[in-house]
């Protein structure tokens, strides 16, 4: 849901540029990450829609009037009269944009999270709650602000692997475990909906789709399924790759998913019948992570082969080969314009690329020789990149120099998991130290 709202005053269907089908949108709101604008109307048969305007090239020194005029002149469902309106809300995503940008990050909590190493960790939409799991096989729901432990969710038999909140919904949350299975549960009581049965070996990816109906899980029997969370059914068996599926991304439309696996191959699918698109080959070794943009009509893989490959998802053909790390890529990760992309690599470094060129924007040199960088990810406002590295620290980089700007010092032995917030100002990493860390923005 959208962060901030400007109510339009006026009734449906009164506005000056309307069509036959659509009446002037009734509300019109902001999303923040990437930057966009909502709008909500009402057809002539009383159906309620949504519609979005992308701005995911917005920048802070954006002229603000010309972007008024040319939503307006472009969209019917906003009429003359709302131009201030609109323009309000464009000061307060350019804002949003500003956010956070010179404060440093200051340690906010230690959670001595589980008896045994962590494997985990992940925020819900707000931030206000995050999840973590263990080879204690438990997952554990906690509080961001007070620290204080939620929910324990028990039940799985062996290590709690993956997990997953349903963003930006937040009321569910899944776990997937090497005893084979992945349960849903409910984030605010723990209850158990559903324990999804039918892999053959650990699973150790999965996702909800955006719309928060379908979940995806990969495993280390070379399959992916779908499950409908509202039955517990499973919906599709992805098979085709002929080795173990290690990283699953939904678009963000939800249509799509895209599996990397060590047999060193991508492969996109069809979610509504579970059909291979296409399959991405290129890799000469395993693929290690996968990601769609956010418009969905790109992806990218890293793999061990010391590449990072970009592809069209229309036509199943490699764009670029991003070349440069002298060691495995571990994890590759999209801004959410799309218009970079940062890699990580058992090199101790992290590489930015600019999409449309493939050239290399900046190198993040830092980490300790021998420390790789398993986990990397760009705060929302697309300004910084956080990288976790078995150097025991975690680093804060800005993108244009690949300047160091920070280090998270403290955890006592690698740092596998970090993640930003939806506002981008607190950050969460997990360590094999059996420790959390919340960071806050100061």
């Known amino acids: 849901t959208p962060c901030h709202t400007v109510r339009l005053a006026g009734s449906a269907g009164n506005g000056a540029n309307t069509t036959a089908e659509e009446d002037e949108a009734q509300k019109i709101s902001a999303g923040y990450y990437p930057p966009g604008v909502i709008l909500e109307y009402e057809t002539r048969d009383k159906v309620r829609q949504q519609k979005d305007i992308d701005l995911l090239n917005l920048t802070p020194d954006a002229d603000v009037e010309v972007l008024v005029n040319t939503i ?18 464009l000061y307060k995503l350019i804002e949003k944009l500003e956010t956070n940008e010179n404060n440093d990050f200051y340690l906010f909590k230690i959670l001595r999270a589980h008896i045994l190493p962590l494997t985990n960790c992940a925020f819900n939409k707000s931030g206000d709650k995050f999840i973590t799991g263990s080879y204690d096989r438990t997952c554990k729901v906690w509080n961001t602000e007070s620290g204080e432990e939620l929910l324990t969710l028990e039940g799985h038999r062996n290590v709690v692997y993956a997990i997953a909140f349903n ?14 299975t992945c349960k849903l549960w409910n984030a605010e009581n723990g209850d158990l909906y559903h324990t999804y049965r039918g892999h053959a070996t650990e699973i150790v990816c999965l996702s909800f789709n955006p719309q928060g109906t379908v979940v995806a899980t990969g495993s280390m029997d070379n399959t992916a399924r779908l499950w409908d969370v509202e039955t517990g059914e499973c919906l599709h068996m992805l098979m085709g790759h002929t080795a173990e599926i290690v990283s699953l991304n939904f678009d963000t439309q939800g249509g799509k998913i895209i599996t990397g696996s060590f047999d060193h191959t991508v492969k996109i699918w069809d979610v509504r019948n579970g059909r291979c698109i296409h399959t991405l080959a290129g890799h000469h070794g395993e693929i290690s992570s996968t990601q769609f943009n956010y418009a969905g009509d790109l992806c990218i893989s890293g793999s061990i082969d010391r590449t990072c490959k970009v592809w069209d998802v229309a036509s199943g053909q490699c764009i670029h080969t991003l ?21 990580a690599s058992a090199d101790a470094t992290s590489r930015v690329f600019n999409t449309m060129t493939g050239a290399c924007q900046a190198i993040l040199v830092g980490h300790e020789p021998g420390g790789e960088i398993s986990k990397v990810c760009f705060n929302p406002q697309g300004s910084r990149i956080l990288t976790a590295s078995s150097d025991k620290t975690a680093r804060l980089w800005e993108i244009e120099t690949g300047g160091c700007m920070q280090i998270l010092e403290g955890h006592t032995d690698e740092i596998f998991s970090c993640a930003f917030n939806y506002e981008g100002d607190t950050v969460i990493t997990g360590s094999k130290d059996n420790t959390c860390r919340i960071w806050r923005c100061s």
């Open 72 to 89: 307006v002149g472009a969209e019917s469902l906003i009429s003359e009269s709302r131009k201030p309106q609109l323009r309000r809300l």
């Open 167 to 180: 963003n930006p919904f937040g009321d569910k949350i899944i776990t997937g475990s090497f005893d084979k």
């Open 323 to 343: 070349r440069g790390h002298n060691d495995e890529i571990l994890d590759v990760c999209f801004d959410f314009t799309g218009s970079k992309l940062v890699s």
